[in-house]
């Protein structure tokens, strides 16, 4: 089965080009996108499973740290995501060309499903970034909370905190799969993904729907733009871009651009 952008000719050509520029220079050819998506899962689920294994007798005190931790978590990804994934920052430019210059370049608005498994690694964050996340922002964040108030809110923190990563690269995928595929069809998953789909347009993606995961901070700092949910299944006029997303046997794929990656 065909994987690479030849197999739609709807693909604009200077995208379908850029794609196989990628593929070619970034994706290794023993790459896995569900091994890479696997990790991530069961690596996140251990860390919460042994965080909340610790917790015994927790009062309304420690229970509220889910709530806040959650809500807190959801401003720093606004801010990050508007912040220094789409503005140049020194010594942050490589988290603005990979975001900017490859994943929005990679998926503009109207061609935003992956050709096969390969394609997940422009979605996904690097594997690495779960072990850089754990040990740089939870269990720091988390130690602190055991000296200074109690296990139990730390190990609520830290669970809570590592859930929210997970569900931001578990939905993050799903908006990037067919959308013809069960999962995607799920109505809270349609409107995420029209949510994302929007923040992916060129001219808003600087200004919009900054939040990945739940909305909360685009409501709040009124950068919510919305657009009607389209349907596939029921619009007829609607071509979607591909014709079945191939992830049961992918070709191995692969480009970068490698003027892009200098700049």
């Not at 990050?80 to 990679?106: Q, V």
């Amino acid at each position: 089965m065909m994987t690479d952008d030849s197999y739609n000719p709807g693909v604009p050509t200077e995208l379908a080009e850029f794609r196989e520029r990628y593929r070619s220079a970034v994706i290794g050819r023993h790459y896995n996108g569900f091994a890479h998506l696997g990790f991530v899962v069961i690596g996140s689920l251990t860390a919460m499973g042994v965080s909340l294994s610790l917790v015994q007798s927790p009062t309304w005190l420690d229970w509220l740290c889910i709530p806040v931790t959650f809500l807190a978590a959801n401003v720093v990804e606004f801010l990050g995501h508007r912040g220094p994934m789409h503005r140049r920052f020194r010594w942050l430019g490589l988290i603005f060309h990979r975001h900017t210059h490859e994943h929005h370049r990679f998926f503009p608005d109207e061609w935003i499903t992956c050709r096969s498994q390969k394609d997940f690694k422009i979605v996904l964050f690097p594997p690495v970034m779960l072990l850089f996340y754990l040990g740089s922002v939870a269990l720091p964040i988390g130690l602190l909370l055991f000296v200074f108030h109690t296990q139990n809110t730390s190990c609520f923190y830290v669970a809570t905190a590592t859930f929210y990563f997970m569900s931001y690269e578990v939905l993050h995928f799903t908006y990037h799969l067919d959308e013809r595929i069960w999962v995607a069809r799920l109505p809270l998953i349609r409107f995420l993904r029209q949510h994302h789909r929007v923040h992916h347009r060129t001219d808003l993606m600087t200004k919009y729907n900054f939040n990945i995961n739940w909305p909360i901070a685009d409501f709040v700092f009124g950068t919510t733009y919305r657009e009607p949910i389209r349907d596939p299944a029921a619009d007829d006029r609607y071509q979607p871009d591909t014709k079945a997303l191939p992830l049961e046997s992918p070709a191995p794929l692969v480009t970068s651009d490698t003027q892009q990656r200098a700049a």
